[in-house]
């Protein structure tokens, strides 16, 4: 059920990331929000939370440090899928 939860979490925070960047005519891409939402928030939420001093609770810091990092995921993979397309 956790895992279950987890993944829920990182496609809400995923799909939240496109949303604040724009979509460009397109819909949401579930994968890349999934993936952008889980990286992003073990990575961006968990340091975010410790710098804090919160620890691993649920925090509304560890929520934006999961936010800019899915952010920063999917600035990077559009930048990349922008990169590979013009060559």
Known sequence: MLILGIILFGMVIGAGAQLILGKGG??????????????????GGLLISLLSGDGLDLRASGIIGSLVGAIVVTLGWRWYAGRSKAV
């Open 26 to 43: 397109q819909g949401i891409d579930w994968t890349l929000a999934i993936v952008a939402g889980l990286v992003g928030s073990f990575v």
